[in-house]
C-alpha cells in the first residue's frame, strides 16, 4: 500500500532557473522561450539603422530580468552612448551593469536582429517578422520537476 502511494504520488521539487522570453509585444503570445541558469549571458546583435555598423548588447539573465553588461558598437550614431565607454580593438565599449525589467524591441531586416545564447542563434526577423515589435524579458517561471513514478520518470515541464 505504501508503494502504491509513493508510485502515484507527483513530487514537485523547485529549480532556480530563470526563463529567457521573446513575446510579441501586441499579442503577449510567447515566440521563444529558453530556460537558463540565474546570470546566463544572452547577446543581441543587430546594425544600427543609420550608421549600418554592428551592435552587440550582452545581458545577464536573472529572476529579476535582465541586466546589461556590455555595449560594443564601431561608430557613435543617434542613440547610441556619448559618454562613459572604453576605446578597445577599433571599438567603443561600454560596461555597466544595468537591470532592464523587459527590453522593447521594433524588430527588422535592415537591423538584422539575432539573439544569441552560446550556440544557439534565434534570427528575430524571421521569428517574429518585419517590424513586429518584441519584448524580451527573463525572470522566474514554474519550472519544476515532476516525479511520476518509483525508479525515474522524472521529466521537466513549464
Not at 64 to 76: A, C, E, I, K, N
Not at 92 to 105: G, K, S
Amino acid at each position: 500500500m505504501a508503494a502504491a502511494i509513493v508510485a502515484a504520488a507527483t513530487v514537485f521539487v523547485d529549480r532556480p532557473d530563470v526563463a529567457v522570453v521573446v513575446t510579441d509585444s501586441r499579442t503577449q503570445r510567447v515566440l521563444w522561450r529558453r530556460t537558463v541558469a540565474p546570470g546566463a549571458s544572452l547577446e543581441l546583435r543587430y546594425r544600427h539603422s543609420v550608421e549600418r555598423t554592428p551592435i552587440v548588447e550582452e545581458f545577464r539573465a536573472g529572476r529579476d530580468g535582465l541586466r546589461l553588461v556590455t555595449m560594443r558598437f564601431s561608430s557613435q550614431g543617434a542613440g547610441l552612448p556619448t559618454e562613459g565607454y572604453t576605446h578597445e580593438g577599433g571599438q567603443f565599449v561600454l560596461r555597466t551593469d544595468r537591470r532592464i525589467a523587459e527590453l522593447p524591441l521594433r524588430v527588422s531586416r535592415i537591423a538584422g536582429h539575432r539573439l544569441h545564447m552560446g550556440p544557439d542563434e534565434v534570427d528575430l526577423v524571421t521569428l517574429a517578422g518585419d517590424g513586429v515589435a518584441v519584448t524580451l524579458k527573463s525572470g522566474p517561471g514554474p519550472w519544476r520537476v515532476h516525479l511520476t513514478r518509483l525508479g525515474g520518470g522524472a521529466r521537466s515541464g513549464d
